[in-house]
């Protein structure tokens, strides 16, 4: 059995009009969120053995806040070419993955795609498929390596927004 934590990157800010798309850092709220999903995922139990994430600042900013509500992960690695990722490479970087839990951070419209393309049913939850920033899905998988085909074969266990937290 494999979990996937498949997790959009939390709320950026467009303040600092200087910097580039890949450089754009959370905003208040977006640091609230990304704090607040990962207290959730350590409440729930949701503790990952590894992380695979975009390289953008807001991707790498928010598994900062969330790694900060979880136990210690040791396999950690950010990618250039996940950043504004297609679910074909979201994909492909997944099936590299060794741990049993793994979390995937990365932006839409890819991610929501992807989290929509790995389950069999939806979850019952009006924002999944918008997958707003720091929506966080938990899918579980019948497979004994990430390597096996799943596209299609997860089981959506839980869908969360910042929202549902902190209203």
């Not at 950010?78 to 741990?99: I, N």
């Not at 997958?131 to 799943?150: E, G, K, N, R």
Request: hydrophobic content about 40%.
């Amino acid at each position: 059995m494999k979990t996937l934590i498949l997790t959009r990157h939390a709320k950026s800010g467009w303040d600092d009009l200087t910097l580039s798309d890949h450089e754009r850092k959370l905003n208040a709220r977006g640091r609230a969120g990304a704090t607040a999903i990962g207290a959730w995922l350590n409440e729930q139990g949701h503790h990952p053995q590894q992380m695979i994430a975009s390289d953008a600042a807001r991707c790498v900013e928010t598994w900062d806040r969330i790694a900060a509500k979880l136990p210690a992960v040791e396999k950690l690695s950010f990618h250039h070419r996940l950043y504004l990722a297609a679910p074909l490479t979201l994909y492909e970087a997944l099936k590299q993955a060794s741990g049993d839990t793994v979390i995937v951070l990365g932006h839409n419209p890819g991610i929501g795609e992807f989290a929509s393309e790995l389950v069999a049913q939806h979850p019952d939850h009006p924002k999944f498929m918008q997958y707003p920033s720091a929506a966080t899905t938990i899918i579980t998988f019948d497979i004994d390596d990430w390597s096996t085909p799943f596209m299609g074969k997860g089981t959506a266990v839980d869908f969360i927004v910042p929202r549902d937290l902190t209203e």
